[in-house]
Each structure stands twice: as structure tokens, then as C-alpha cells.
């Protein structure tokens, strides 16, 4: 997989967590469990705990790996990306 490729399929990967993660905590709110939207800090590191923990994209032909792919990007990387998915998805 080369860079580009592998940087596009874990920002994939980052929106679905950070989808995921937001829409948990608007329907917390909505139920009345939790106050108000975390900060965005909050929210970055639980994404990338989510990245980190489950690190398979959903695409229309199956399911990607993408464990090796996130350790080629290494953290810093990672971090960009997701917070960047994170941003958009609010």
C-alpha cells in the first residue's frame, strides 16, 4: 500500500471512530446521562483509543486491516489525522 493509500484508508478508519464516538455522546445528552459534549481533547483521545483498539475499516467490499498500516504512520501522524476527522465530524 503506498502512503497516499494507506493515509486515506486510516482517515476512513478515523471518521467512522470519530462518527461513532460523537454520536455516542449526542445521544448520551439527549438521554439525559450527560450534560454536554465533551471537550475536543476528550474527544480526540477517545477516538484514537478507538483507532488503536479496532483498527478495521468498513468498506463496501468487506473489512481492511489496518494494524500494520496505522504503525507505518506512526503516532504522530495518527494524531494529526484523527484530530482532523474529529473536526469535521463535530
Not at 503506498?2 to 460523537?22: D, G
Not at 481492511?64 to 473536526?87: A, H, P, S, T
Request: aromatic share 4%; proline share 2%; no cysteine.
Amino acid at each position: 500500500m503506498t502512503k497516499e493509500m494507506r493515509e486515506k484508508a486510516v482517515s476512513r478508519l478515523a471518521k467512522q471512530k470519530a462518527m461513532w464516538v460523537i454520536g455516542g455522546h449526542e445521544n448520551a445528552i439527549e438521554d439525559g446521562v450527560q450534560d454536554s459534549m465533551p471537550s475536543d481533547d476528550v474527544l480526540v483521545q477517545e477516538v484514537y483509543n478507538e483507532v488503536i483498539k479496532y483498527p478495521r475499516v468498513q468498506v463496501g467490499g468487506g473489512v481492511i486491516e489496518l494494524k500494520k498500516d496505522i504503525r507505518f504512520l506512526g503516532k504522530d501522524k495518527l494524531m494529526e489525522i484523527v484530530r482532523k476527522e474529529v473536526q469535521l465530524a463535530k
